[in-house]
């Protein structure tokens, strides 16, 4: 692990870094998404995965994740988002993504 002025860097500051030098890297966005949701930024991942979206929205993973934390905060949010990740996982023929986000969707649509 590399370190900086105040001692060795944590994955988030390595992340950063990282992203310094290849700023549009769609899987180093992503882990920085999934960093800040391990460490209780909600609002902060999902603005790094809605910006994953808009830049690379063939990106699969990034609907269930997302969809996820909306369901905290904006319940008509996560429908779309969901069925936009259905609807994807549909195109590319990824049949496992496809059950496990309508699986989800429904679950959701049943609290």
């Known amino acids: 692990m590399q370190s900086n002025a105040q001692g060795p860097m944590n ?43 808009q830049n690379a929205p063939n990106y699969l993973a990034t609907y269930y994740q997302l969809a996820a934390l909306y369901q905290t905060c904006d319940r008509d949010k996560a429908i779309e988002v969901y069925h936009l990740g259905i609807a994807l996982a549909k195109a590319q023929g990824n049949v496992k993504t496809e059950k496990e986000l309508s699986s989800a969707l429904e679950l959701f649509e049943f609290e």
């Open 11 to 53: 994955r988030k500051e390595s992340l950063i870094q990282l992203l310094n030098q290849s700023p549009n890297d769609i899987f180093l966005n992503y882990a920085l998404a999934m960093e800040l949701l391990s460490e209780g930024q909600a609002s902060e991942a999902i603005a790094k995965l809605e910006w994953i979206r």
